[in-house]
């Protein structure tokens, strides 16, 4: 089948450019929310935690970009300032129920977003609740020293929508990712975590567009200095797989060039990160990234903020 062009008015054109991470838009790009986990995340030997063990998660999230990196218009686009900032509460569950060998469990997190966008003369601005996430999860205790877990997230879009703005705090799509993830200490003081997950993207039925598929991880390795403190490094690659689709065509760029390119984005980023525990189990880390080799996407700087309170019923 032919390629199809995407026909939209100039706003929707725009929208297609433009992804705010945290808060996924048209244009290839998703509800990943990349960077979002840093530091040990997986807890440390499972099988001797309590049997109904939670944690209260809440994450401050900042991502600011004032140039896209669009391959149909010939690389980097100046004259952009998009601002999005993010406060996210998440409750984790762990059950003493076992499937396949690993701890059940799941959580669900709820976004409130503030969007601004400033581009080609155009600005917007909307601040309202972003699209909901939840997960059933299974953790593998592998030692004291290695966690192992798989989860499917869902996300659903309960957040504003209006096809004709550019901020917007949904995606108005559902979103399927299988995710796999691990947290391992090679030894005392060292710390290794990764996130690996693969989203399918339902159609936006405003639009009739549908995102395509998108391999992504967060990375992160840590060092003790204190028995409280920690420093490294973190990070997050994401890498769109399949070409976008509209009216169950592939999407070429808004000039009809570079035709197998299917506007697919892609997005590499690193950077400092701290990590201080305190009150025995409770732990607040914040890290920033920038971002490197953009496709297809805003390119920035990503600041994370996270604070954990795990507690036992």
Do not use: C
């Amino acid at each position: 089948m032919k390629p199809i062009r995407a026909l939209r008015p100039v706003q929707l054109a725009l929208l297609t450019l433009i992804s705010l991470p945290a808060l996924a838009t048209e244009g290839g790009v998703d509800n990943i929310g990349p960077g979002t986990d840093g530091f040990y995340i997986l807890p440390l030997d499972v099988n001797n935690l309590p049997d109904h063990m939670f944690a209260f998660n809440l994450y401050y999230n900042h991502y600011e970009a004032r140039k896209l990196n669009i391959s149909s218009l010939g690389g980097k686009v100046s004259g952009v300032d998009i601002q999005s900032d993010a406060v996210i509460p998440r409750l984790d569950y762990l059950s003493p129920v076992r499937v396949f060998g690993g701890r059940l469990g799941a959580y669900i997190a709820q976004p409130w977003i503030k969007q601004q966008v400033s581009m080609f003369g155009m600005s917007d601005q909307r601040e309202s609740m972003g699209d909901t996430t939840l997960a059933p999860i299974i953790l593998w205790d592998m030692g004291k020293n290695l966690t192992l877990a798989t989860a499917l997230e869902i996300t659903l879009p309960t957040g504003e929508y209006d096809a004709t703005r550019l901020a917007n705090t949904s995606n108005n799509f559902y979103t399927y990712k299988p995710l796999v993830s691990a947290t391992w200490m090679p030894n005392e003081r060292t710390e290794l975590s990764i996130k690996t997950t693969y989203s399918f993207n339902k159609e936006n039925p405003d639009t009739h567009y549908r995102s395509g598929q998108i391999f992504h991880f967060d990375y992160s390795a840590s060092y003790k200095v204190t028995d409280n403190l920690s420093l490294g490094v973190n990070g997050y690659y994401l890498k769109q797989t399949t070409d976008d689709k509209q009216y169950g065509r592939t999407v070429v760029n808004i000039y009809g060039e570079d035709v197998d390119d299917g506007v697919k984005g892609q997005v590499f980023a690193i950077g400092p990160a701290v990590y201080f525990t305190f009150l025995k189990y409770a732990s607040a880390e914040v890290r920033w990234a920038k971002e490197f080799d953009v496709k297809n996407r805003p390119e920035g700087d990503m600041l994370w903020a996270k604070l954990t309170i795990p507690f036992a019923l």
